[in-house]
């Protein structure tokens, strides 16, 4: 299985769709966005690496949310290619927001734009960093395989920090 998949039964395992909420998944990836932000800035390749994986986990999250083909988002993302990292980060951060802001308006398909296009400036970041987005990709679904937890709320707790 590829990661894209394995990352996919990882959600599905944990109940995803009646455990998670669009709202608060979104604002997850905010905060992987602001990791990502943090580790570029200081210039930690471990960080961002790790952030660009975590955005696109928290991207299938959300696709599955609103029932979107995986694939066809992975795979669409590749026509979106942009060479300046600066630029890539803005436009990662507005795609966020006006996923945030179209989620309430029962537009699907802007939804779907904009995770197309979070995927694609995350390649293009990776791209630009001289990383591979599969990389990173793998890495981050290596570290959460084997969590447990819960959720609570439309959150994900991990299992470490119920207590």
Request: charged share 30%; aromatic share 8%.
């Amino acid at each position: 299985m590829n990661t894209l998949e394995n990352v996919k039964q990882w959600f599905i395992d944990r109940d995803l769709e009646n455990g998670g909420r669009l709202d608060k998944q979104s604002l997850k990836l905010s905060e992987e966005f602001g990791e990502l932000c943090a580790g570029y800035l200081k210039k930690n390749e471990k960080v961002t690496k790790d952030s660009i994986g975590d955005c696109a986990v928290v991207v299938v999250g959300l696709a599955l949310l609103i029932k979107e083909d995986l694939h066809d988002i992975f795979k669409e993302s590749d026509k979106i290619r942009k060479k300046d990292v600066l630029a890539c980060f803005n436009l990662l951060n507005a795609n966020i927001s006006e996923f945030q802001l179209s989620q309430n308006l029962a537009s699907k398909e802007m939804c779907r734009h904009n995770l197309v296009r979070s995927i694609g400036y995350l390649k293009s970041i990776s791209n630009a960093l001289g990383y591979d987005f599969d990389e990173c990709f793998e890495l981050a679904y290596n570290e959460i395989k084997n969590r447990k937890g819960r959720w609570i709320d439309g959150s994900f707790v991990k299992e470490e920090d119920l207590g």
